[in-house]
């Protein structure tokens, strides 16, 4: 029933885009707007595709702290070494800057690392959609064999052992010290970590000064080339599954394709969903380098470029790249009191 509920959705998300494609397709994008046009565009942010992100409040700021030390406790993993923190490092947008992480044991992942920041508003929180909530994604990690490589056995009997978890987990927890008081802390946690007052949800909100004459242009062209199909909502992306490659394959180019390759295939063993992946989030994508599944563009512009040509079939001029980069810049938030 999952599976079946996934791909109609998947499907919808299809043809949300190819309507998109349909209406955007021929139309050529202007390089100036009146600024009243801009005035009545955002008078009600609500008609956007785009919405304001709002801020997550935790009702239990004690969980909160907890979840952040255990974020960064490499106690949880199999080497005692590794912690969350390893690979979504907050300092540096909540990923590690790298194509694909380096795993437990010190080789390469399969997939680059998403941006921790703002997954809870992602429908799923993997490139192929198997994971759904952060709760599953930290059971997950937990005993992913490239990940943490650990298990609750042998995490529970390190931090049992330790006198200051023991506090803090009776403190909040009747039961001390669990597997499952772990996730509940932990994935609380990750729920504040969320980047709103971007510039661009100030302009949203009617601060029409946020953004600058680029990146309002940027925007216009977003819309009108079709990348707002896909991209759209709270996070920008990540509600939708699509194809990579509809109009021309990315992976006729690489010189040797691995498993990761495959998306959405690996969990449903469908033919369609060969090259499909979640749909990401564009929030704070000018801080989240490199780009795709595999890491293997390291630049926004090129970034720009390729979806141009592999997801809408138009080759972007360099002046709108420019100018699309330019609102995309704008998407990144606020954490802690400053910009990511």
Not at 2 to 20: D, I, T
Not at 287 to 306: C, E, N, Q
Request: with cysteine; charged share 20%; net charge neutral.
């Amino acid at each position: 029933m999952l599976v079946k509920s996934l791909h109609r959705y998947y499907l919808l998300g299809s043809c949300l885009l190819l309507a998109g494609l349909l209406v955007f397709h021929s139309t050529t994008p202007e390089k100036d707007f009146p600024q009243e046009t801009v005035v009545s565009s955002i008078t009600n942010s609500a008609n956007q595709p785009i919405l304001p992100i709002l801020p997550y409040i935790s009702a239990n700021q004690t969980k909160v702290q907890l979840g952040e030390k255990l974020f960064h406790e490499p106690m949880l993993s199999e080497n005692g070494r590794v912690s969350c923190s390893s690979c979504h490092n907050l300092k540096t947008a909540g990923h590690d800057g790298l194509p694909t992480s380096i795993d437990i044991r010190g080789g390469m992942d399969e997939l680059n690392t998403p941006t921790l920041f703002n997954a809870s508003l992602n429908y799923s929180l993997s490139w192929t959609g198997h994971i759904k909530t952060l709760e599953e994604q930290i059971e997950t990690v937990m005993h992913n064999p490239k990940h943490m490589g650990s298990s609750w056995e042998r995490a529970m009997g390190r931090m049992r052992a330790d006198k200051t978890y023991q506090g803090l987990f009776q403190s909040i927890y009747p039961d001390g010290v669990t597997d499952e008081a772990v996730i509940d802390a932990l994935s609380e946690y990750e729920r504040t970590l969320i980047t709103p007052d971007s510039p661009f949800d100030r302009y949203l909100k009617g601060e029409l000064n946020a953004i600058n004459k680029q990146a309002k242009a940027g925007y216009e062209l977003f819309k009108s080339y079709g990348c707002i199909s896909c991209h759209q909502g709270q996070n920008v992306g990540g509600q939708l599954f699509a194809k990579f490659g509809l109009f021309r394959s990315f992976f006729n180019e690489k010189d040797k394709l691995t498993n990761a390759d495959l998306g959405r295939y690996r969990v449903t063993g469908k033919a369609v969903d060969r090259h499909v992946f979640r749909v990401p989030s564009l929030r704070n994508v000018a801080r989240t380098a490199p780009y795709f599944h595999d890491g293997s563009i390291t630049t926004l512009p090129d970034a720009v470029r390729y979806m141009g040509d592999l997801q809408l079939g138009r080759r972007i001029p360099d002046e709108d790249v420019g100018l699309i980069v330019s609102f995309l810049e704008s998407l990144t938030g606020i954490y802690q009191g400053r910009a990511l």
